[in-house]
Nanobody, 121 residues
Framework: VQLQAFGGGLVQAGGFLRLSCAAS????????MGWFRQAPGKEREFVAS???????YYADSVKGRFTMSRDNAKSTVYLQMNSLKPEDTAVYYC????????????????WGQGTQVTVSS
């Protein structure tokens, strides 16, 4: 399984971005998918996840601003990020697992390379 995340960039506070993560390999529709982020000097943290039937789970810090979705026909998950804040600045990673779809990064088997999101104040 290979994951490729893209869509990051530089945006002003209050703006929006949409991240995408394209997955290769079979059985994408049955996998749990997650988004994590890591800011400089900080540990990687959970952002959002989605299970195989589309239920989502969000970190409190992004709830109400970010929306995760999946398109099984395109083997792609998305993270729509609205009302961005400077504290959202980080490298965003997508992750996948055959069974898990929660908030613990150690439980995910596959990781993408990350995409940088920078929010200016």
């Amino acid at each position: 399984v290979q994951l490729q995340a893209f869509g990051g960039g530089l945006v002003q506070a209050g703006g929006f971005l949409r991240l995408s993560c394209a997955a290769s390999g079979p059985t994408f529709s049955s996998r749990g998918m997650g988004w994590f982020r890591q800011a400089p000097g900080k540990e990687r943290e959970f952002v959002a996840s989605i299970n195989w039937y589309g239920s989502t789970y969000y970190a409190d810090s992004v709830k109400g601003r970010f929306t995760m979705s999946r398109d099984n026909a395109k083997s792609t998950v998305y993270l729509q990020m609205n009302s961005l804040k400077p504290e959202d600045t980080a490298v965003y990673y997508c992750a996948a697992d055959n069974y898990y779809s929660g908030s613990y990064s150690s439980q995910y088997s596959y990781w993408g390379q990350g995409t940088q999101v920078t929010v200016s104040s």
